[in-house]
């Protein structure tokens, strides 16, 4: 598989700066007046892309409000509600989908979303998406991973919950019906996921063992795991977006907040620059700083003849001097001529015979390392 991937015209990999995606989901509480308000606040704070969910209540589940169709979970930010109603609270109309696009596509930003059955995908296909977005909870979902993989475009993978089995069922299932260009995202499904809980180092496991790209879904708060990731190869980061997380909304308690999106982008990319390669030595911004190394410099006005202590020759900056190795070599030597405090030390400040001898010292002791 190529180390890049291509979506619409933007290259996605380790060589370029991490792709950020600010996930919309149910944050825009049901007013497409504040669905476009976020389209901006993503643009503004520097996302790269702006993701949707496509699917209704009805085709996401049946209309039950009893047994597993309804959420009793203590811990649940849903608790209390029916998988139904939730969904219908959450879901992004369909006719909201073009406007929120054309948005996204004015603001330089790419728009995408993730379907949940085939009806979304043909929607999503009359829209012109560039590429797709899988759910963790959709990753088994083997007819819909290979109706989305017929399409040809790049598919974005969440892996929550899936086992390594799992997941080569879907990788195969996904490149066996046409899917050229995959990315897949470590993630952890838990609404908020704990640091504890994400496993970043699962990232490069992911890459080795599927060769594609790989990134993070990051359900934490803050940015710490999303930046940490880039360091592990991480080339795609999707946050949850909102305006605030006060206004409330399914998934306003994980959601970032502009300046944090903001902040994700800068650091994400820092991040990204600072990983550099594998080097050791003075680089070419770091040669004015030779000077502020330590060194060996005369420390008292000297006198030909005079011998050379711990008072008379310090290990000091700056870094004009002989390097401080040769400190314990210089120690009883004479001076050869009259030197004056604050002269870096040198060969040739020494007498002639002092000189020599610690010459031949040096070259000895070169000799014996190899």
């Known amino acids: 598989m190529s180390d890049t991937i291509s979506i619409a015209g933007r290259s996605i990999g380790r060589a370029h700066r991490p792709f950020i995606i600010a996930e919309m989901s149910g944050n825009h509480n049901q007013s497409l007046e504040r669905a476009l308000a976020i389209v901006d606040a993503a643009a503004k704070s520097g996302a790269h892309a702006l993701k949707l969910q496509t699917y209704t209540a009805d085709t996401m589940t049946l209309n039950l409000g009893s047994d597993e169709f309804f959420i009793d979970d203590p811990n649940s930010l849903w608790k209390g509600r029916s998988l139904h ?38 929607f999503l296909e009359s829209l012109g998406v560039p590429c797709y977005k899988i759910a963790s909870f959709e990753n088994t979902d083997l007819p819909l991973i290979r109706k989305v993989a017929a399409t040809g475009k790049p598919m974005i993978i969440s892996t929550g919950m899936a086992t390594v089995a799992d997941l080569d069922e879907t990788v195969r299932a996904a ?50 795991a999303s930046v940490a990731s880039v360091a592990l190869g991480a080339s795609v980061i ?90 314990e070599t210089l120690m009883g030597k004479r001076i050869g001529q009259a030197v004056r405090r604050g002269t870096p030390m040198s060969w040739d400040l020494l007498s002639s015979a002092e000189e020599a001898a610690s010459a031949q010292q040096v070259t000895t002791a070169r000799s014996a390392r190899g």
């Open 175 to 224: 490149r066996a019906a046409g899917c050229k260009q995959l990315v897949l995202l470590k993630c952890t499904s838990t609404y908020p996921a704990t640091p504890s809980d994400t496993n970043l180092m699962t990232i490069p496991h992911l890459r080795a063992l599927f060769d594609c790209e790989v990134g993070l879904s990051d359900h934490t708060f803050g940015i710490g």
């Open 238 to 327: 999707e946050k949850h977006f909102t305006l605030a997380r006060a206004d409330g909304g399914v998934d306003s308690t994980f959601s970032m907040e502009p300046s944090e999106m903001a902040a994700l982008v800068v650091e994400t990319q820092r991040a990204w620059m600072a990983l550099g390669e594998v080097r050791y030595g003075l680089t070419e911004k770091e040669r004015d700083s030779l000077i502020f190394r330590r060194s060996l410099y005369v420390a008292e006005d000297l006198a030909p003849g005079d011998v050379l202590t711990e008072q008379n020759l310090r290990i000091i900056r700056p870094g004009l001097g002989l390097p401080p190795k040769y400190f």
């Open 85 to 122: 109603k939730l969904y219908q609270e959450a879901y992004t109309p369909w006719e909201w989908h073009a406007p929120i696009f054309e948005r996204a596509r004015s603001l330089g930003m790419i728009p995408f979303s993730t379907p949940f059955d085939a009806t979304a995908v043909d």
